[in-house]
């Protein structure tokens, strides 16, 4: 099983922690650092930035907003990224949520699954060296009655893995059939029949072998031997998770923890959050919905969950260590330790 890690927001006077951090996860071992955008900085200014300091490790959009960008520029700057990284680029999409796509980017959010797909298959268009002629349900190149004509990039192609961040059935589904990774959240190992079931049949349906998707999935992790005071610690987050990462109609992470079986709780924390409760919210989480979904505790308990995640058939385990405080001394320790966790059990 490969680590990932995340690329923390960029701020004034932090690039050269930031790029110590990757050249960290580098020489460690670390296979990719993914960058991520919500409303924060963009997910791709950082990767630019960090490809000249690094030789190795993968760098990718963790994710970019399909609703961000058109399409082609979405491939043009992979296309550029790739460049930049000699080949070490990962393209991460999603469709992020209601809250963010329609009140930062004042766009529609659906049909949010036929935007993913439709911006994929430009992409792959462009990757492979074609003109631009493609005609969807949300996009139609060139656009119909202009003055637009056929375009060809000008770029050699280019052979960059594509990676969607999916939670619902049908985007897993997808997921399975075209993507060359899926980049998972809300995942259990305990539970994996929750995401697993709809990438093995999307997979299925397209004549495929699911072993042949990374299937990377993200876990916060914290160590400790106190693990009530590490359970007290990250509740808030879940609560956030299920109240705020999604509106009162739409919450695919919340989703995701439904088919876990943890419905009647997750909708209770929901309302407590979005009535204004947010401690009473937090309170309502149960423990199951923190070990079975992080990995805490002492190096034991943490090696532990190490092993179930790669015995559900976890391929990369991407870390969030924001638990041991911003991004310094303690996040960097962390991921060594970590690391060494994992080669004591080579």
């Given at each position: 099983m490969r680590v990932a890690i995340e690329i923390p927001r960029v701020e004034a006077g932090q690039l050269a922690l930031l790029r110590d951090w990757?050249?960290?996860?580098?020489?460690?071992g670390v296979s990719t650092a993914f960058a991520a955008e919500a409303w924060w900085s963009d997910a791709v200014t950082p990767l630019a930035y960090l490809a000249a300091h690094t030789?190795?490790?993968?760098?990718?959009t963790g994710i970019m907003q399909v609703t961000a960008r058109t399409p082609a520029m979405t491939a043009m700057t992979a296309l550029t990224l790739h460049d930049l990284t000699g080949g070490r680029f990962i393209l991460g999409l999603g469709a992020s949520g209601p809250q963010v796509v329609e009140g930062l980017h004042g766009v529609p959010f659906n049909p949010a699954l036929t935007r993913l797909r439709e911006t994929v298959e430009v992409c792959r268009l462009i990757f492979a060296g074609e003109?631009?002629?493609?005609?969807g349900k949300?996009?139609?190149?060139?656009r119909p009655g202009g003055q637009g004509k056929a375009l060809r990039i000008d770029h050699a192609p280019a052979s960059i893995p594509i990676y969607l961040a999916t939670l619902g059935p049908k985007a897993?589904?997808?997921t399975g059939a075209a993507a060359e990774g899926w980049l998972g959240t809300s995942f259990s190992p305990d539970y994996p029949e929750a995401h697993f079931e709809h990438l093995q049949a999307g997979a299925r349906e397209a004549g495929r072998d699911l072993g042949t998707l990374d299937r990377c999935v993200s876990a916060r992790v914290s160590f400790g031997d106190d693990l009530e005071a590490l359970l007290v610690e990250r509740r808030p987050g879940v609560a956030f998770t299920l109240g705020a990462m999604g509106s009162g109609d739409t919450n695919f992470y919340g989703e995701a923890f439904h088919r876990a079986g943890f419905e009647a709780v997750a909708r209770e924390i929901q309302a407590r959050w979005l009535a204004g409760d947010r401690?009473?919210?937090a309170a309502l989480?149960?423990?199951e919905m923190i070990t079975g979904f992080q990995l805490l505790g002492s190096d034991a308990q943490v090696k532990a969950r190490i092993k179930a995640y790669e015995a559900a058939g976890v391929t990369t385990l991407k870390l969030g260590l924001d638990?041991?405080?911003?991004?310094?001394?303690?996040?960097f320790e962390a991921l060594e330790r970590f690391m060494d966790l994992l080669k004591d059990d080579a």
């Open positions: 990757v050249i960290l996860a580098e020489r460690l030789e190795r490790i993968q760098l990718g003109k631009v002629v493609y005609e949300t996009l139609t190149l060139p897993l589904a997808y401690k009473g919210a989480v149960p423990d638990g041991a405080g911003p991004l310094g001394p303690a996040r």
